[in-house]
């Protein structure tokens, strides 16, 4: 492969709200480069970037690709991710290892919620931009209203490099503002060069004129040089844009059609000319293993070697492959390394440059170069991987929690191993993707994004690793406690012949403060129970708490206070007492009013105003409490607890109330009394069970 330097490559992510062309753009830059000799099409089926057979079956992406082609003397590595926000961890995954970032907005649909999201994540990461507004062919284009929305919701920086000539079915070509030149399309993608229209001449002004500004407040002399002429050359122009976009002063936007190849090659010259290399991200810095102490790297081949893996995936007759970014350094095949998050040493195999599912054997990975290598042994997605004599810890990626909760059971029997196995390599190939055997509530419940996240993993189950389950509710993790004080006698006493049974405990329980848990008390004086005997009676209470008094769930919040009782010097026991102290417990408790609790989980939904409120009346439908609601641009976000109990397949019922439009975050609060009419009802089924 051909070699470049570090300040010629450009790692670059495609991101978006769903349906906004990404998939197609990442295709007519791989075609327009002349790495690929078609142009792939969604619905057929044979794109690059969408190549698993769940992205084929829905015509959506569900993975990060990560893809590669040479353009005006530099690398481009590309990012293509879902839009979906059911898939958002694969956008967190991406944007951590990039150093900018290319933003489709939809022609007609303009500024969407997952536009919003991805462009908070990019800015949380301090990546700079381009935007790029897709989909200029279709009916209803307005490349001027998406313009307005841009700058409303990411501020005066939006500034256009180029103006549509004609918008919808008479999309022909842009004006180039820094050129100067009208350029009109052609077929394969190609561009004529022509003078302006002359009813787009004042229009041009005005915008030429804002992004000349911008330009020029990048810099003292070039802003000096501004005043002096009323001008910038082409050059001064480019250079100025390039500094305030890196910094993120400015974001340039431009337009085309990435289905019909319009527009990609200007945006592809923008990459190159306006977007980071590695070298100008400045210095990697990370942690010296096991401390709190801050190491450094420069962007350099002569470097100490500093990589990290951003995504796991399977590939069938391969195996799996870890996608890596080298930040310092280079990876060798053969070489070996160190695993700074988890310790110890890997041999890296074959290397891969990829595109798509494609993979290309390469000997070595440069600074700023992506790649794959075949799995390693004990290496994850957000680990490092180092020179073993100059470790460093880079951050590790900050993946977003589950949303959705479903419980599984097997359609065949003896399954449950392979059930195992399964789920945890798909958790490996995506962290956003958990599972856990929940032995309090006897389920394996997994957790993900949303329900088509679900959906596309118990599908990769069955296809991958030949097991069928059912989707099945979860059990919800009650708690019982108590909101008075009682007494009670625990007397266990059992003579059948021989040596006999005898143990007899007074306890006296008490409400504590939520979430104290549980306290024991010993009060016996007197020795009217032996010291020996108190332990076991500690045991039996704490396995009584474990299964409950009411409904089977466990007992907290609870102060049991031993203070009596008595023994019997022949049949007294340690099993005795424990079984009298369980029987104290359960007594007490009846006694002490004993009421359900339930998981309260803090919920934040994020939608457009004109949904807010029958969204707000959804929760409150769900017993949910509305806290308050924040704007966000255009957007609203409404905050509420809700029990978990009304959460299940929650996901799904805010999309259908929103048009898609709407996406919502969880996190447990605490427990709360259940109501009493639910209450009923929860103990009837658990009796029932």
């Not at 810099?219 to 305030?244: K, M």
């Not at 500690?538 to 008595?566: N, W």
């Not at 409150?620 to 009304?646: M, Y």
């Amino acid at each position: 492969m051909k070699e470049f330097k570090t300040g010629q490559y450009r790692n670059i992510a495609l991101i978006a709200h769903g349906d906004s062309g990404k998939t197609t753009l990442a295709e007519a830059q791989c075609f327009t480069s002349g790495i690929t000799k078609r142009l792939g099409r969604i619905d057929a089926g044979n794109t690059i970037s969408d190549y698993n057979p769940d992205e084929i079956e829905r015509n959506i992406s569900i993975s990060t690709a990560l893809l590669h082609f040479d353009w005006e003397g530099h690398r481009i590595h590309l990012l293509d991710t879902p839009g979906y926000a059911d898939f958002i961890g694969e956008v967190v995954g991406a944007i951590h290892v990039v150093d900018g970032g290319v933003v489709l907005i939809h022609a007609t649909s303009g500024i969407e919620v997952g536009t919003e999201n991805v462009w908070e994540l990019a800015a949380e990461q301090g990546i700079p931009r381009l935007i790029f507004v897709n989909k200029m062919d279709k009916e209803h284009a307005d490349f001027y209203k998406v313009l307005t929305m841009a700058r409303e919701h990411f501020g005066n920086a939006v500034v256009a490099l180029q103006l549509p000539i004609g918008q919808a079915a008479g999309f022909k070509g842009v004006v180039d503002l820094v050129k100067m030149k009208a350029m009109l399309f052609e077929s394969g993608g190609t561009m004529k060069e022509t003078d302006i229209p002359a009813d787009m001449q004042e229009l041009v002004s005005e915008h030429r004129e804002r992004l000349v500004e911008a330009a020029a407040e990048s810099d003292d002399a070039l802003l000096e040089a501004y005043f002096d002429q009323g001008d910038l050359s082409e050059e001064e122009i480019i250079r100025g844009l390039r500094q305030s976009t890196i910094t993120r002063k400015v974001f340039p936007l431009l337009c085309g059609d990435a289905f019909e190849n319009k527009g990609t090659r200007p945006l592809m010259d923008a990459i190159v000319a306006y977007l980071p290399s590695p070298e100008d991200m400045g210095v990697i810095k990370g942690l010296k293993p096991g401390t709190n102490s801050e190491e450094t790297r420069q962007a350099a081949d002569d470097q100490p070697l500093c990589a990290l893996v951003f995504k796991t995936i399977s590939e069938p007759h391969v195996g799996e492959l870890s996608l890596f970014r080298v930040y310092s350094g280079t990876l060798k095949s053969g070489m070996d390394v160190r695993n700074t998050s988890k310790g110890g040493t890997e041999r890296i195999g074959q290397i891969y440059a990829m595109v798509g599912k494609e993979r290309k054997e390469v000997g070595i990975m440069h600074t700023g170069e992506m790649g794959a290598v075949v799995k390693l042994k004990n290496t994850d997605t957000g680990d490092t991987l180092s020179d073993q004599k100059a470790p460093i810890v880079l951050p590790p990626i900050a993946f977003p929690k589950p949303v959705i909760r479903v419980a599984i059971e097997p359609k065949t029997k003896g399954d449950e191993e392979k059930i195992s196995s399964g789920l945890a390599k798909l958790h490996d190939e995506d962290p956003t993707f958990v599972t856990e055997v929940d032995s309090e509530l006897k389920q394996t419940v997994i957790s993900g994004l949303g329900e088509l996240h679900l959906d596309v993993i118990v599908g990769r189950l069955k296809r991958k690793f030949g097991v069928d389950v059912e989707l099945v509710k979860p059990r919800i993790a009650y708690r019982e406690t108590i909101q008075a004080n009682s007494q009670a006698q625990g007397k266990y006493k059992k003579q059948t012949g021989g040596r006999g049974q005898y143990g007899d405990t007074w306890v006296k329980v008490e409400p504590l403060p939520r979430g104290s848990g549980f306290e024991f008390v010993d009060a016996i004086v007197g020795g009217v129970i032996p010291n020996k005997f108190i332990p076991a009676v500690e045991k039996g209470i704490k396995e009584a708490m474990t299964d409950g008094v009411v409904a089977g769930y466990p007992l907290v919040d609870v102060k049991v206070t031993l203070y009596d009782g008595s023994f019997h010097s022949v049949d007294s026991s340690e099993m005795a007492f424990k079984i009298a102290g369980s029987m104290a417990l359960k007594k007490a408790i009846m006694e002490a009013k004993p009421i359900l609790l339930e998981p309260i989980y803090d919920i934040q939904v994020t939608v457009p105003e004109d949904f807010m409120g029958d969204v707000m009346g959804d929760l409150s439908s769900r017993r949910g409490k509305i806290l308050g609601v924040d704007p966000k641009g255009s957007f609203q976000v409404v905050k509420a607890k809700v029990p978990l109990a009304e959460l299940y397949r929650y996901s799904t019922t805010l999309r259908s109330l929103t048009q898609g439009r709407g996406l919502h975050a969880r996190q447990f609060s605490h427990y709360e009394e259940v109501p009493r009419e639910v209450s009923e009802k929860v103990i009837a089924e658990s009796k029932e069970d």
